[in-house]
């Protein structure tokens, strides 16, 4: 779909609800070739609202069905209120696939 895309590493942050705007994202990248980071809130152990963000079982549903379309994709949960977690899921990035390209 976008040559200019393929391989490029990209964090799609939020993509943990079926049907969501990151999962609609994560899609369009990994139908282009980009090696994808899913990563949303594990809503067991943040303070938010249950049901408000993406459980770990459906980001993990959600990785699996992408991996038809691309095999370099990977899941990360981290709350984004916490600087640490964010140091976390760019390090996990940058361990995985050696960069960094596209932050979403």
Known sequence: ??????????????????????????????????????????????SLPQGAVGSHDELTAIAEALRTLTPHVCCHTADMREEAEVAGLVAHTVKTFGRVDILV
């Not at 990209?10 to 994202?25: C, M, P």
């Open 1 to 46: 779909m976008y040559p200019d895309l393929k391989d490029k590493v990209a964090i799609v942050t939020g993509a943990g609800r079926k049907g969501g705007l990151g999962e609609a994202i994560a899609r369009k990248l990994a139908v282009s070739g980009a090696r994808l980071v899913l990563h949303d809130v594990n809503s067991t152990t943040a």
